[in-house]
């Protein structure tokens, strides 16, 4: 596995090898510095005036007070500097120095031992290249000791409320992986390995690899280049029946010569693209719907844009977002000449659908929508997740400061989310792509996932402020929508309440609650397993996963989890088989149930122009 020039007496540099690794280096300098050149020539020309590269400076200038505050408080939380406690951890250390070099015989004169005995484990470190040496054993084993014990120390932390103590284990959690030994070239023996077995290739597609991340201001999960919207993603058939400078309004082409007469009108969330329920055939919730006999109507919301000479993004509230929910509605019954319509909303989309029925509903208009279907929606935030930690009034006033002309580079979303499992979404992809200098796989989920879309600032404070921090939705009349005060209790729509077990992001907790809200709505929860993208995203076909429900009432998740029936495979029949008990009448596919035939005015093809702008 070594390099030829590494005999077993000790590393023999030829004059080959010299001539490569001083190649090597040299093109490495030469791509950091052609790097640095573009950028700073952008620079002086104003190309980057106005876009992400100015807004990070302003954006690190307001986090820097916040960080330096943050750090100090966890400085005085976390005791390591107690004499105790540093006693503590030099005893440990020595202690596992000890039982780490006595497993390598080392009065036998060999640094070496097969299948080390080690007290600590990680999915991380499971290579037997962490165990093979002792100084890479060490070095994880000592970072696993000190990750375990100041973890110990933050959940040992007194005086703190909730909030606050959820937020010093998410800054110590994140910390402590960004520390980890796998990130660091020196301190990874996989890397050197593969630098010596490439003779430093390795070394220099990485840092291609980071430096066209740098260049984009956004770290890559994916081979970008494997998927294009249209062709292989976001590629179910349809027309885009309506527009406004808000949202573009997508009907797919049926596939059955029937279909229900009730259409569905998905609203998607607009934190994303909206083709994650559109991914490919196999994997589309949206192909999979109009293959059941489903009128398929689909929202593509309009990445926000400082520059959009149609809309004052500065000026948008979530009025809007209530006001194009209600109008997609009413468009959709209109063009079918139907009474109501069936009715998604994904996340904050979901959320928004609440408060939408609310509207409605206290206008005395609720029979617009036959029924609600909430995919991971949260309503009531007080046990939101770990996205909490970010609301405090120090980091929405951090988090402002990153709006550009009224808007928020959807970027900064991608890595907040990202941070949530920094380990999974940034850590891993630093030492494969970056470190490694192994190729991007084509994998559809990831390409979407860092598609992201920009928000309107202003809606976004107030979304956090109103919702995440203030939990205003829940409390009858704190909010209004379009002029009309919300009342959740005053819905009466049959819903259909689906959760993640696993979801990080609206926790399955958090979305239980909701089925509270719906006091006076026939409504029925579902728990599906796995989480917030994969619990959603899970076709029959795919023979995946499990859901679990219970007919029986219960106060809390816990109560309907110990009674819940567990069902293997996907939910997906299960609310088809719920979507027919609301509405079963079927009608012919013909005239404006086809989009785009003869008289039908469309404005072009699926997927439509708004999710192709970045």
């Not at 973890?151 to 040992?156: E, F, L, Q, V, Y």
């Not at 998927?227 to 292989?232: D, H, I, Q, R």
């Not at 036959?370 to 997740?385: H, I, L, W």
Request: hydrophobic content about 40%; proline content about 5%; glycine content about 8%.
């Amino acid at each position: 596995m070594m390099d030829a020039g590494l005999a077993e007496g000790g590393p023999v540099v030829n004059g080959e090898d010299a001539a490569q690794w001083a190649d090597v280096a040299a093109r490495m300098q030469a791509k950091w510095m052609e790097f640095q050149t573009q950028q700073a020539g952008k620079a002086m020309s104003g190309l980057l005036s106005g876009d992400l590269f100015k807004a990070e400076l302003n954006g690190l200038a307001s986090l820097s007070p916040a960080m330096n505050e943050m750090l100090a408080q966890w400085g005085k939380q976390i005791p390591l500097v107690r004499p105790e406690t540093q006693q503590k951890l030099l005893s440990d250390g020595m202690k596992l120095w000890e039982g780490v070099l006595a497993q390598w015989g080392l009065h036998a004169g060999k640094g070496e031992v097969q299948n080390a005995h080690l007290p600590r484990s990680d999915r991380r470190f499971a290579d037997a290249a962490w165990r093979e040496t002792p100084y890479f054993a060490l070095v994880h084993q000592t970072y696993l000791l000190m990750a375990e014990q100041i973890t110990a120390m933050a959940d040992s932390v007194e005086g703190l409320d909730d909030a606050r103590k959820e937020q010093l284990r998410f800054y110590t959690r994140t910390m402590i992986e960004a520390l980890s030994p796998d990130h660091f070239a020196l301190t990874n023996p996989l890397v050197m390995e593969k630098a010596i077995e490439t003779r430093g290739e390795s070394l220099v597609k990485g840092l291609e690899h980071l430096l066209e991340d740098m260049k984009r201001g956004q770290l890559s999960h994916t081979n970008r280049d494997a998927f294009k919207v249209g062709e292989n993603i976001a590629a179910t058939p349809g027309k885009v029946v309506h527009r406004t400078p808000f949202y573009e309004l997508i009907q797919y082409s049926p596939s059955t010569e029937k279909v229900m007469a009730t259409p569905l009108l998905i609203f998607p969330p607009w934190i994303n693209r909206f083709y994650i329920l559109d991914l490919n055939a196999k994997k589309s919730f949206v192909k999979w719907a109009v293959d059941q006999g489903i009128t398929v109507f689909l929202v593509s919301w309009k990445s926000a844009d400082p520059n959009d000479p149609d809309v004052d993004w500065g000026a948008v509230t979530w009025d809007d977002y209530i006001g194009a929910q209600i109008e997609a509605i009413d468009v959709v019954r209109e063009r079918l000449k139907v009474p109501s319509v069936h009715t998604i909303g994904y996340c904050v989309a979901g959320t928004t659908l609440a408060a939408t029925l609310a509207v409605l509903a206290r206008r005395g208009e609720a029979e617009k929508v036959a029924s609600a279907t909430f995919f991971t929606a949260q309503v009531d935030f007080e046990k939101a997740g770990e996205l909490k930690t970010f609301i405090d009034d120090q980091q929405l006033a951090a988090i402002g400061a990153l709006a550009q002309n009224g808007v928020i580079d959807g970027r900064y979303l991608a890595a907040t989310f990202n941070l949530l499992r920094s380990q999974d979404l940034i850590w891993s992809y630093v030492t494969r792509n970056y470190l490694l200098g192994e190729d991007y796989s084509a994998f559809d989920l990831l390409f979407w996932n860092g598609d992201s879309t920009n928000l309107p600032a202003g809606w976004h404070q107030s979304y956090l402020r109103d919702l995440y921090r203030d939990n205003l939705l829940v409390q009858p009349d704190a909010l209004s929508g379009c002029g009309t005060p919300i009342d959740l209790s005053r819905i009466t729509t049959p819903a259909y309440i689906q959760a993640g077990r696993e979801d990080h992001i609206a926790p399955p907790e958090s979305v239980w609650r909701l089925s509270g809200q719906l006091k006076n709505s026939p409504h029925v929860f579902v728990l599906a397993g796995s989480g917030h993208i994969a619990g959603v995203v899970n076709p029959p076909a795919a023979k995946k996963y499990q859901f679990w429900t219970n007919d029986e009432p219960a106060d809390n998740l816990d109560a309907f989890v110990a009674k819940a029936k567990e069902t293997p495979g996907s939910w997906w029949n299960h609310w088809l088989g719920w979507l027919q008990e609301q509405a079963s009448e079927q009608v012919a596919a013909k005239g404006k149930r086809i989009p785009g035939g003869r008289g039908d005015k469309i404005l072009g093809d699926a997927p439509g122009e708004y999710v192709r702008a970045r």
